[in-house]
């Protein structure tokens, strides 16, 4: 099973700065990785696929970076709709074995 | 739209059974593969089964092998669990997810709450 840390698992940031998450894998899963955001009571919303492509209607202030085993998440201007959890999901493995990251608690500072 | 809404959640007895459906609505159900995932309360997301369009590719993962059942009516636009042989560990919100360019979690119903207590 490929499993995937993320850090920090909190992290606090001010509004109109810049958060930058970390997700990192066991072994390689390629460009097949996402991110997700989760606010309490709803379910997770795709923001990145493939590593760096953004999900149709997501904000240009998401972007994906990285590949093999090392990913990044930036939020480029914190608005205050983007305090939530977000978790990375690699999707590499066949027969499927879809793991995801614990999760990023991002608060506002 | 996509949408997808899951039902069938509710509580069970250790040993019990549960039936989770999730109706589709918005696009081509056949043309897409569809996976379970859920939350425990309080916890990350664990992927749970997969099923192709088609529905002749089933996996699941090891937590649920022997005792939970995908299927698919692709007719009636509508995906399933069976959940047999429940345990405590299995409480949690249960979402349906489409496929969306590659990425087996694109689209995400709201979920149904299983609550498995004695």
């Known amino acids: 099973e490929i499993?995937?840390?993320q850090s920090p698992a909190t992290l606090s940031v001010s509004p109109g700065e810049r958060a930058t998450l970390s997700c990192r894998a066991s072994q390689s899963v390629g460009s097949n990785l996402a991110w997700?955001?989760?606010?309490?009571?709803?379910?997770?919303?795709?923001?990145?696929y493939g590593a760096s492509t953004g999900a149709t209607g997501i904000p240009a202030r998401f972007s994906g970076s990285g590949s093999?085993?090392?990913?990044?998440?930036?939020?480029?201007?914190?608005?205050?709709?983007?305090?939530?959890?977000?978790?990375c999901q690699q999707y590499n493995t066949w027969p499927p074995m879809y793991t995801f990251g614990q999760g990023t608690k991002l608060e506002i500072k | 739209?996509?949408?997808?809404?899951?039902?069938?959640?509710?509580?069970?007895?250790?040993?019990?059974?549960?039936?989770?459906?999730?109706?589709?609505?918005?696009?081509?159900?056949?043309?897409?593969?569809?996976?379970?995932?859920?939350?425990?309360?309080?916890?990350?997301?664990?992927?749970?089964?997969?099923?192709?369009?088609?529905?002749?590719?089933?996996?699941?993962?090891?937590?649920?092998?022997?005792?939970?059942?995908?299927?698919?009516?692709?007719?009636?636009n509508s995906l399933y669990l069976q959940m047999n042989s429940l345990r405590a560990e299995d409480t949690g919100v249960y979402f349906c997810a489409?496929?969306?360019?590659?990425?087996?979690?694109?689209?995400?119903?709201?979920?149904?709450?299983?609550?498995?207590?004695?």
Not at chain 2, 27 to 32: L, V
Request: positive net charge.
């Open chain 1, 3 to 5: 499993v995937l840390t």
């Open chain 1, 36 to 48: 997700y955001q989760q606010k309490p009571g709803q379910a997770p919303r795709l923001l990145i």
């Open chain 1, 68 to 87: 093999g085993t090392e990913f990044t998440l930036t939020i480029s201007s914190l608005q205050s709709e983007d305090f939530a959890l977000y978790y």
């Open chain 2, 1 to 76: 739209e996509v949408l997808l809404m899951e039902s069938g959640g509710g509580s069970a007895q250790p040993g019990g059974s549960l039936r989770l459906s999730c109706a589709a609505s918005g696009f081509k159900f056949n043309s897409y593969e569809m996976n379970w995932v859920r939350q425990a309360p309080g916890k990350g997301l664990e992927w749970v089964a997969y099923i192709s369009s088609t529905g002749n590719t089933i996996h699941y993962a090891d937590s649920v092998k022997g005792r939970f059942t995908i299927s698919r009516d692709n007719a009636k």
């Open chain 2, 98 to 118: 489409r496929e969306y360019a590659r990425n087996p979690f694109g689209f995400w119903g709201q979920g149904t709450l299983v609550t498995v207590s004695s």
